[in-house]
């Protein structure tokens, strides 16, 4: 059915929400962003989520808010007999179920989802759950810290000495769900062509490892002992962190010998400069002391601004670290749509909007979070005829990828980008890698002296294979008008665009959306730079770390007395590519429909805001943020304890007054159990020194592995806080295949990560390696430009095309030739 871009790309869907978690509820939140009827089922007590802190001075919960405006709610009494009639009714009249009844039923009535998927063929289902619904954790009580800690997310985070640092809640949920929307989003894509349904089940655990996946493959391929490093240092480069200046915090990153070269220049540091033994950030890392204690006072002679303004100059990567009361007096934020109104009973203020900015059919901007029970009308006239047709039609698509009939071509390097097309190639889309033999991607290494090119070392790096497996490459000298030409020729028969170049390098190259648009005009394009294509600070250069840096997350992190503290050594990349992914599909949905592509505008670094949305939301309504350490503003006790050995431990959390008992049982202290005046969490808060130290009296003396079975067999939330390398020997990703092996060239046999979502007890598999530089030239060229060998022969021999990297002597004589 045809819809009109006024609408909303999603308007012609009803989705509907059951059970509670922040997962589906963030999920279901996107569909309502571009337009979806989203029906919430709550319990007449409504959704426990109402309940989580921070709160507004109304006693509303902004993270509730942040999760569920412009949704309507609907309340259904497990008690009363029509209960399931009822639900059932809803959910067969819908076209997306989004189902969080395994992480928390909130009371909500049992269906027969396979009598429904039998009378609804067409119908979509998601299904999330903590870890699975098979495999050693699959029954484990868990929190969003407890799970971040076995994904490898904290303990690379915080001082030597320990204990590791993590932040607040939020993470888990704002990653699962896009995820989730993922798996959806692209099942809606196939419909449009198939009138298939699809069911998936989501693994909250294994969506967390996402940003691990780097540090895993990066450290086990090079052997290398992974430490926590300190606070705002991370490994395996240096420095990537957080500095104070005259007025404010400066994040910093010098990834490239370039960039290291201008930010000793821009500090008059010229000793370091031209030292032979700092030129790569890896190995400064072994002179962190010594290089700290001759920047960090450089610093302090300006403002955060100053540095921001002069690295910008010198193409550095350093960014201001905003306040939350910063980015709440952003004009550019407010109209970009990342900061956006919000009403919450009588209360309001401002939340995170969508950060999937598409052009034409863009999300809505702000909203009300509705009461329990309270309808809000978004009208379609089309919604109901859409239903009706899918409730009539259609069959399981069973063994076909969802995206089988896209192509993409993927202008992307690094992280973000790349995994964005990675997840697009996981789930059956045609992706071709566009690279060139002077400029590779960069994750294939920064080094062009000979003995890396001779020895093809940028064809065994890790994190390469990674992110690019399942793609086609090609290398297209862009700079000349053969390349430009074949590549215009490829874009013309493609479904999608995907660049996380600098805003410019497209347009400059006359690969512009107004040029490609009139080339195909169904064509999806979507930028991906760091603030956005209309920035002020546009032309900013940033890797992931700079994107934390600047999202107002580390000011909410760490000790209340500490500085901002970063999570992750580069947490905006991953994050920005499952933004991406979610944008394309969105758009794609749309362009199947109507015929109509678009650009997409996507700011990596607000892609990063919604972590810190419950924060904004409270402090636009008056209320300071509060930094809790590892502590928790409801969970009482929540922190990291020692365990026995060395640098061993585990996060541990009592989420209501049954499992604080149980906890205190365990503990060897009946006493606290018994004790009426420790069943409230705000009572024990006052003793919770007493109490913290009680727990690591009983962790201490205990492996963390067995510590946390002890704890899970008296349905305790507890996760061994992991090395992300640890992964790899995870008994449970192991029992659920989660890891993969794959053959490549130059490399061998190795690991390759699973997708978190599946259609069957087993993940999608990986087809095919990632592309060695240039190894489908051949094949995509002859099969779908339909050039010949002399041509194909011709275009190598001119340099447009190859399969080897330009070393920095070459690539300077290529230069001069031309």
Request: proline letters at 7%; one cysteine or more.
């Given at each position: 059915m045809k819809k009109e871009s006024s609408m909303g790309a999603l308007s012609h869907l009803?989705?509907?929400?059951?059970?509670?978690?922040?997962?589906?509820?963030?999920?279901?939140?996107?569909?309502?962003?571009?337009?979806?009827?989203?029906?919430?089922?709550?319990?007449?007590?409504?959704?426990?989520?109402?309940?989580?802190?921070?709160?507004?001075?109304?006693a509303q919960s902004a993270w509730f808010a942040f999760l569920n405006f412009n949704k309507s709610s609907i309340i259904i009494d497990p008690s009363n007999p029509d209960a399931i009639?009822?639900?059932?009714?809803?959910i067969e009249n819908c076209d997306v179920l989004v189902d969080g009844r395994d992480v928390d039923t909130a009371d909500c009535a049992s269906i027969d989802v396979a009598?429904?998927?039998?009378?609804?063929?067409?119908?979509?289902?998601?299904?999330?759950s903590?870890?699975?619904?098979?495999?050693?954790?699959?029954?484990?009580?868990?929190?969003?810290?407890?799970?971040?800690?076995?994904?490898?997310?904290?303990?690379?985070?915080?001082?030597v000495e320990g204990p590791p640092s993590h932040a607040p809640d939020f993470q888990t949920g704002i990653l699962a769900g896009l995820w989730g929307f993922i798996a959806v989003a692209c099942s809606a894509v196939t419909q449009v062509q198939t009138s298939a349904g699809r069911s998936w089940s989501l693994s909250i655990f294994e969506a967390n490892l996402a940003p691990s996946e780097l540090l895993m493959f990066e450290a086990a391929a090079h052997g290398e002992e992974m430490r926590r490093l300190g606070i705002n240092r991370f490994w395996p480069g240096f420095p990537v962190g957080i500095y104070e200046t005259k007025?404010?915090?400066?994040g910093v990153t010098t990834a490239t010998p370039a960039q290291w070269r201008a930010f000793c220049d821009m500090l008059g540091l010229v000793d370091l400069r031209d030292d032979p033994a700092l030129v790569l950030a890896e190995d400064r890392m072994h002179h962190m002391e010594r290089i700290e204690r001759e920047f960090m006072p450089r610093l302090k002679a300006r403002t955060a601004q100053e540095w921001f303004a002069e690295g910008l100059k010198r193409k550095i990567p350093i960014v201001p670290v905003p306040t939350i009361s910063d980015l709440l007096h952003s004009r550019e934020k407010k109209a970009r749509g990342a900061i956006v109104p919000v009403v919450i009973g009588e209360e309001e203020g401002v939340t995170t909007g969508s950060m999937q900015r598409l052009t034409l059919t863009p999300p809505r901007r702000g909203g009300r979070v509705p009461a329990p029970g309270e309808q809000q009308s978004f009208a379609n006239p089309l919604r109901q005829l859409v239903s009706t047709e899918s409730a009539s039609s259609g069959c399981a698509d069973a063994g076909r990828p969802p995206l089988q009939a896209v192509r993409v071509i993927d202008f992307s390097m690094g992280w973000a980008g790349p995994l964005c097309t990675r997840v697009l190639a996981d789930l059956g889309a045609d992706v071709i890698k566009i690279e060139a033999i002077q400029?590779?991607?960069?994750?294939?290494?920064?080094?062009?002296?000979?003995?890396?090119?001779?020895?093809?070392?940028?064809?065994?790096?890790?994190?390469?294979?990674?992110?690019?497996r399942n793609k086609r490459g090609i290398t297209l000298d862009l700079t000349r008008p053969q390349g430009l030409d074949l590549a215009k020729r490829l874009i013309a028969g493609a479904d999608i665009v995907v660049s996380n170049y600098s805003v410019d390098v497209l347009p400059k190259l006359g690969l512009g959306y107004d040029v490609l648009r009139a080339l195909n005009p169904q064509l999806v394009m979507m930028s991906m730079s760091a603030f956005g294509a209309d920035s002020v600070h546009r032309h900013c250069r940033a890797y992931g770390s700079t994107l934390e840096q600047g999202s107002g997350l580390p000011g909410m992190v760490g000790e209340p007395d500490g500085p901002p503290t970063m999570s992750h050594t580069a947490f905006g990349d991953p994050v920005g590519g499952l933004n991406g992914c979610a944008a394309v599909l969105v758009a794609l949905i749309h362009a199947k429909n109507t015929g109509?592509?678009?650009?997409?505008?996507?700011?990596?670094?607000?892609?990063?805001?919604?972590?810190?949305?419950?924060?904004?939301?409270?402090?636009?309504?008056?209320?300071?943020?509060t930094r809790y350490g590892n502590r928790h503003p409801q969970f009482v006790p929540h922190g990291c304890f020692r365990c026995a050995g060395e640098d061993n431990w585990i996060v541990v959390a009592a989420t209501d007054e049954q499992m604080?008992?149980?906890?205190?049982?365990?503990?060897?202290?009946?006493?606290?159990?018994?004790?009426?005046?420790?069943?409230?969490?705000?009572?024990?808060?006052?003793?919770?020194n007493v109490i913290e130290r009680g727990i690591e009296n009983w962790t201490v003396t205990r492996n963390a592995d067995e510590a946390m079975l002890d704890l899970q067999a008296s349905n305790v939330a507890a996760g061994v806080v992991r090395l992300p390398i640890d992964l790899l020997n995870d008994r449970h990703l192991r029992s659920r295949a989660f890891l993969q092996e794959v053959e490549r060239a130059f490399i061998g046999l190795h690991q390759q990560p699973s997708m978190p979502i599946r259609e069957s007890v087993r993940p999608y598999g990986i087809r095919t390696s990632a592309p060695t530089l240039g190894q489908h030239n051949r094949d995509i060229l002859s099969e779908l430009l339909g050039l010949s060998d002399d041509e194909i022969a011709q275009l190598l021999g001119d340099g447009i095309i190859g399969t080897a990297m330009l070393s920095e002597r070459e690539l300077a004589k290529a230069k001069r030739l031309s």
């Open positions: 009803r989705v509907v929400e059951i059970g509670s978690s922040p997962a589906t509820s963030y999920c279901a939140r996107l569909f309502a962003d571009f337009g979806a009827d989203v029906q919430k089922v709550e319990p007449p007590a409504g959704d426990p989520l109402r309940h989580s802190a921070p709160l507004t001075p109304g009639m009822r639900l059932t009714t809803l009598a429904i998927r039998k009378r609804r063929p067409k119908w979509i289902h998601l299904e999330a903590w870890f699975g619904r098979e495999g050693p954790y699959s029954g484990f009580a868990a929190t969003d810290s407890t799970v971040r800690a076995l994904a490898g997310l904290i303990k690379l985070v915080g001082p007025e404010g915090w400066l400029y590779p991607d960069w994750w294939r290494g920064v080094d062009r002296r000979c003995d890396y090119v001779d020895g093809q070392m940028y064809e065994k790096t890790a994190r390469f294979c990674i992110m690019n109509q592509g678009q650009f997409i505008d996507l700011a990596q670094i607000e892609c990063m805001m919604p972590f810190a949305a419950p924060w904004i939301t409270v402090q636009s309504m008056g209320v300071s943020p604080w008992r149980r906890l205190a049982l365990l503990i060897g202290r009946p006493d606290w159990a018994m004790d009426a005046s420790l069943k409230c969490a705000e009572t024990r808060r006052k003793v919770e």
